[in-house]
């Protein structure tokens, strides 16, 4: 028997009594997953688990992407993406170290958005007994129903570009006016044409229904939207502005303060979420992704 402890008013829940290097029965398995849709962000504390044991943990869900950035997959496990500051002995980074500085939702880019990702911390990073490199979460479904009824209607039936190269054109950017501002250096390859050519834009309506749930949520977000489908550019960008300004507003956000040995799931089709890059080296960061494919959204 699980027990669900709620710890943000709309978003993030505590699921305690669940050991998850341990198989599971599909009763307590069906009773995460309702856990998890829920509360669109849960957490279990003190797991033990290798990458195999994530792996078959989060396949329970759907199948498991591979992502497109394969330097920064797992060697021996191509479904964990590895989300780290750590470099090899060439000074190479061992995985991804920039995701998400931007407020997104994993693989919204892809023509199938990803349904769930899931992050499993090996390493924190701690600076004079505080843990830094929290994760931010934002609920996506409290936001859109939180919205004026005009606003509700002027956005029903509109679409949104979300563009895989859009996005690391602009993370490139931010990256270069950082480190030229003498701040932090991230060495990171820009991807391939080839890479950037096998996720083209996909357009998706913003306001979408929830496959499981069928709430209705804002499927929009600063990091993947290039534009609103038929609006002006001046106007797209406007509107685009103001929703997603709306959605990250503090009364819908849950912030995680990360341990080692949680395993944390987000909801991607309900939250957004972004990463917080207040720690560097010599502190250690070290997690491991796996991300859930999800359905078209509609
Ligand atoms: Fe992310």
Redesign the pocket.
């Given at each position: 028997m699980i027990t669900v402890t709620r710890v943000g008013k709309h978003i993030g829940a505590e699921i305690s009594g669940a050991d998850l290097s341990q198989p599971l029965s599909d009763d307590v398995f069906a009773q995460i997953a309702k856990a998890f849709f829920d509360n669109e962000v849960v957490f279990f504390r003190n797991q033990k688990i290798t990458p195999a044991q994530q792996v078959e943990f989060t396949r329970r869900f759907g199948i498991l992407e591979q992502h497109v950035r394969k330097e920064s997959r797992l060697p021996g496990h191509p479904e964990i993406l590895v989300v780290s500051n750590l470099l090899d002995d060439k000074g190479n980074a061992i995985g991804a170290q920039d995701?998400?500085r931007f407020w997104?939702s994993?693989l919204s880019y892809k023509k199938e958005p990803s349904l769930l990702?899931a992050l499993y911390a090996v390493e924190v990073p701690v600076k004079d007994g505080q843990v830094l490199g929290d994760t931010s979460f934002t609920s996506t479904t409290a936001a859109y129903e939180a919205l004026p009824e005009a606003m509700k209607q002027r956005l029903q039936g509109l679409k949104n570009v979300h563009s895989y190269r859009y996005y690391r054109t602009k993370n490139a950017q931010v990256q270069k006016e950082e480190a030229a501002r003498g701040g932090r250096v991230v060495q990171e390859h820009f991807p391939t044409e080839e890479q950037l050519k096998s996720v083209p834009d996909v357009e998706a309506p913003i306001v979408r229904t929830h496959p499981v749930t069928g709430r209705k949520s804002l499927f929009i977000n600063e990091a993947h939207t290039s534009a609103i489908v038929g609006l002006p550019p001046a106007e797209s960008e406007a509107l685009k502005k103001e929703i997603c300004e709306h959605t990250i507003k503090p009364e819908f956000q849950y912030r995680h303060r990360w341990q080692a040995g949680d395993l944390l799931l987000w909801d991607n089709c309900s939250a957004l979420?972004k990463?917080n890059f207040d720690y560097d080296l010599p502190l250690r960061r070290l997690m491991y992704r796996t991300t859930v494919r999800g359905s078209v959204a509609v």
């Open positions: 995701a998400g997104h994993d990702s979420h990463a």
